[in-house]
Nanobody
């Protein structure tokens, strides 16, 4: 069974930085694209960024230039470096990974940005 576990969330002031990590554990899997999504209570989960197996990246417009997604294929890990954080970035952040024909998700880590 494959498991994704996020870490690195917390409380930060506006303008600050946080680095989220996600480790994929288990056996018999091949990682494809990896994602960060986020969700505010009462709202739909939204896509934040994607990193493909070859390293190419795509970002939601609202985080371009502030967030950097990266991966370490040796460590089966995904990262999200977040800078110049804004109160509207407050959400639970989820990592996801394409595993064959399905996508698996972690349980999320809370990010709170105070004004």
């Amino acid at each position: 069974q494959v498991k994704l576990v996020e870490s690195g969330g917390g409380l930060v002031q506006a303008g600050g930085s946080l680095r989220l990590s996600c480790v994929v554990s288990g056996s018999g899997f091949s990682l494809g694209a990896m994602y960060w999504h986020r969700q505010v209570p009462g709202r739909q989960r939204e896509w934040v960024a994607t990193v493909y197996g070859g390293g190419s990246t795509v970002y939601q417009d609202s985080v371009k230039g502030r967030f950097t997604i990266s991966r370490d294929n040796i460590k089966n890990s995904l990262y999200l470096q977040m800078s110049s954080l804004k109160p509207e970035d407050t959400a639970v952040y989820y990592c996801g990974a394409q595993l064959g024909s399905s996508t698996s998700w972690g349980q999320g880590t809370q990010v709170t940005v105070s004004s």
